[in-house]
């Protein structure tokens, strides 16, 4: 006769998990019991190990310190976090400042005073214009450079007039010479009285030449005819077409002739006036250009507006020049005709 076989029962599995929450809730605050039975509100109760939250069981005074702990470790990362931002914040900053592409120095031989003794070959008859026939109102200088001289004005931040040399000898050195577009701003101006190249970015003009690169006979003078002391605001369109042939149409001219040609080049400013950048840079309503063939005494002119749609006209006398703009730049040199 066959035996039965006595059934026999896994444990309980919810028996087996209580006992291992009773374990470790036991040994959590047994260890709490002892090092901090001062903050607990009432003996420890096994059952409450499994029913209770830990914090039901600290006193009042206990979660209230806890509270406040919690709210300091809070607050603390909340500084620590504005700390780190701004800091991050300057950091970046100052990085930003120093990555920034700076002006160059001003190249050698660049000259500033009150007048044009440094530089007085670059006119006729080494007879410079004198810097107080100018109205103070427009806070001029001197400057001058290897190949030109410069009638600065701190209200304008631009050149009033620029005073070039040319001849066959200076064009022919020049003809070979690279352009460099490093433009820069001129430090021997003083700050308020001077333009930035940031004055200029964004600005839809250009910064036009009135001494023009391609006269320039060596890279010194190439260099120093960059500086925005030798710029204005000028239409883009009229610089680069209209501006570049009248240029070239004088380069010609002074390639053809035995002796000197000086050509004065600046900037009018008629009507309401117009500025840009962080420094007031004025814009000209129109540009001149006064050319005096020493040797042959004659001198002819054309003023021109700033502006995309302007036309290259017949040149004006010298008398008309200085009737329409009131520069007598040419005074007590002998002038008998224009090119007509």
């Known amino acids: 006769m066959a035996t039965r076989k006595k059934k026999t029962f896994a444990p309980l599995s919810w028996l087996r998990a209580w006992r291992q929450r009773l374990t470790s809730r036991m040994a959590c605050f047994v260890w709490g019991a002892i090092l901090g039975n001062a903050v607990l ?13 830990p914090e039901h069981m600290l006193s009042t005074a206990a979660r209230q310190g806890l509270d406040l702990l919690r709210a300091e470790v809070r607050q603390l990362g909340n500084s620590v976090s504005a700390a780190l931002g701004e800091a991050t914040t300057h950091w970046l900053r100052a990085r930003t400042e120093d990555t920034r592409p700076q002006d160059p120095a001003p190249p050698p031989a660049a000259t500033r005073s009150g007048d044009f003794a440094d530089c007085a070959d670059q006119f006729p008859a080494q007879r410079p ?25 701190g209200l304008t931040k631009t050149p009033l007039v ?56 060596d890279a010194q003078a190439m260099a120093q005819s960059f500086a925005l002391s030798n710029m204005v605001p000028q239409n883009p369109t009229h610089n680069r077409r209209l501006w570049s042939k009248l240029e070239a149409d004088v380069r010609k001219y002074a390639l053809r002739t035995a002796g000197n040609v000086y050509v004065f080049t600046g900037s009018l400013h008629e009507g309401p006036t117009q500025t840009l950048g962080r420094n007031a840079v004025w814009i000209p309503s129109h540009m001149f250009k006064l050319v005096y063939d020493e040797s042959q005494q004659r001198a002819w002119a054309y003023v021109l507006p700033n502006r995309a749609d302007a036309q290259i006209t017949r040149p004006m006398d010298y008398a008309d020049f200085v009737e329409r703009t009131g520069w007598p730049l040419l005074r007590g040199l002998p002038v008998v005709g224009s090119i007509r």
């Open 41 to 53: 509100s009432h003996p420890i109760q096994p059952l409450n190990l499994l029913l209770e939250p």
């Open 162 to 217: 620029v005073v070039e040399k040319l001849n066959r000898q200076r064009l022919q050195h020049a003809a070979g010479l690279a352009r460099t577009d490093a433009f820069y701003a001129d430090t021997r101006i003083p700050a308020p009285w001077r333009a930035d190249l940031s004055d200029y970015q964004g600005s839809g003009y250009d910064r036009g030449h009135l001494a023009a690169a391609a006269n320039q006979p």
């Open 129 to 153: 214009l004198h810097v107080a026939d100018t109205s103070t109102q427009w806070a001029p200088l001197a400057l001058c450079a290897d190949a030109f001289a410069v009638l600065y004005s």
